[in-house]
């Protein structure tokens, strides 16, 4: 257990419909990633979030957003879902908002759309 | 161009073989280099951390990192059918994030 913890495991949804991630950081983990991971593309950066506020943009779709609540907790929100966003949704934390000493990865969310 | 390059195998090797896998970066500004390790259906984990140029060993793992080539590479000796695993390279720096390889398919045959 890395101590990131993704809910749910696993999620099946059609087109067109919304869902939400959740990811909660190691302890003392201030900082938390999201990434997207798929066979044809990698790991992709999403969005980055330290101690509540938004710290960088990766790739993120406008469709899809994300937010760090007080508790450090952190939702990703995959809206108007089409086929090629099913992927694996990987959450990582990390003490600082540098990622010096690189990130702990949660198990993710495997995502599909059908 | 990719600004982390990785050639994804797969590689399929005998128990007990020498690994060598590699990346090349193109950012001059990445100062951080990472390997990891990421077994079917799970997270990515933190397997060697490099900061700039030079070598680190870890048991049966050794990290190279060559900045003048912008060349990274992870050497496993004495393989095991447990290394069997997505290996992972990711470089960064300071304002950049973590950018990652889409990662190599290592199978160790017993």
């Known amino acids: 257990d890395s101590g990131v913890t993704q809910t749910p495991k696993h999620l099946i949804t059609a087109t067109g419909q919304r869902v939400t991630l959740r990811c909660s950081p190691r302890s003392g983990d201030l900082s938390v990633y999201w990434y997207q991971q798929s066979l044809d593309q990698g790991l992709q950066f999403l969005i980055q979030y330290y101690n509540g506020e938004e710290r960088a943009k990766g790739n993120i779709l406008e469709r899809f957003s994300a937010q760090q609540f007080p508790d450090l907790h952190s939702e990703l929100n995959l809206s108007s879902l089409e086929l090629g966003d099913s992927a694996l949704y990987f959450c990582?934390?990390?003490?600082?908002?540098?990622?010096?000493?690189?990130?702990?990865f949660g198990s993710g969310t495997r995502l599909t759309v059908v | 161009q990719k600004e982390v390059e990785q050639d994804p195998g797969p590689l399929s090797v005998p128990e007990g073989a020498i690994v060598s896998l590699n990346c090349t970066y193109s950012n001059s500004a990445f100062q951080y280099f990472m390997w990891y390790r990421q077994y079917s259906r799970k997270g990515p984990e933190l397997l060697m951390y490099t900061y700039s140029s030079g070598n680190k060993e870890d048991g049966r793992f050794t990290a190279q990192v060559d900045k003048s080539s912008k060349y990274i590479s992870l050497f496993i000796r004495d393989s095991q059918p447990s290394d069997s695993a997505t290996y992972l390279c990711a470089s960064g720096g300071s304002n950049y994030k973590l950018t990652f390889g889409k990662g190599t398919l290592l199978t160790v045959n017993p």
């Open positions: 990582a934390s990390s003490v600082g908002h540098r990622e010096n000493y690189g990130y702990t």
